[in-house]
């Protein structure tokens, strides 16, 4: 059965320091891979999807990247992290237009 | 992927059902209707999908209108476990399926 892996589940960073929450997928090959962000109480907001390695569409501008060196490995990074990046960030797969979630990472920038 | 429109917030009393609206009127032939629902703090969770067809399944039926440009899906009996933000979304379900959107879904609050 297919599994997706995301960790960790909570972080707190200071402002302007690195980021990289990574995401890996089990059971399936080529997968559609998804990264969203989640502010509190707001809607899921699309940030970056990959449909295949080294392939990145971005959705918003924004101060983070996204990097796909793997088929079942995806990469959330920011150089220097903001105040406004803190929020909750989930990495989803799909395929066939059904789509699986991990379990998030709770990111707090202080 | 099309837009979709749902209510904020609802609510409803425990053992009763839930029924929650979405709007997808400029719909495509080969796209479906899913919805997922996010129980605070964890990821969204599949429950049901559907193209023109009435679908039900353990957690959830789905009624898609015949010009398919609104869907209901119905908690048959809800309990205080299903309150959650319900989401609506509309995509094909075959081929390099892309962008995966979410709107703001609707919070449904199930009360005793």
């Known amino acids: 059965s297919q599994t997706i892996h995301q960790w960790p589940a909570t972080l707190v960073q200071p402002v302007g320091s690195p980021l990289s929450l990574e995401c890996t997928v089990e059971g399936t090959s080529n997968p559609n891979l998804y990264w969203y962000r989640q502010a509190a109480g707001r809607g899921l907001q699309l940030l970056f999807y990959?449909?295949?390695?080294?392939?990145i569409s971005s959705e918003v501008p924004q101060n983070l990247s996204a990097s796909r060196p793997q088929d079942r490995q995806f990469i959330l990074s920011s150089k220097k992290l903001l105040l406004s990046d803190s929020g909750f960030y989930l990495c989803?797969?799909?395929?066939?237009?059904?789509?699986?979630f991990g379990q998030g990472t709770r990111l707090t920038v202080v | 992927d099309a837009k979709t429109t749902q209510p904020p917030s609802m609510d409803c009393a425990e053992g009763r059902a839930a029924n929650l609206p979405c709007n997808h009127s400029?719909?495509?032939?080969?796209?479906?209707v899913y919805w997922y629902r996010q129980i605070h703090s964890q990821g969204p969770q599949y429950i049901i999908h559907g193209l023109k067809n009435n679908e039900t399944n353990e957690m959830a039926s789905l009624i898609i209108t015949e010009d398919r440009k609104s869907s209901t899906l119905i908690l048959p009996h809800a309990t205080l476990r299903d309150t959650a933000v319900y989401y609506c979304i509309v995509r094909v379900s075959t081929g390099t399926a892309s962008k995966l959107t979410f709107g703001t879904g609707t919070r449904l609050q199930v009360t005793l």
């Open positions: 400029t719909i495509s032939g080969n796209e479906y």
């Open positions: 990959s449909v295949g390695i080294g392939q």
């Open positions: 989803a797969w799909a395929e066939q237009g059904e789509a699986f």
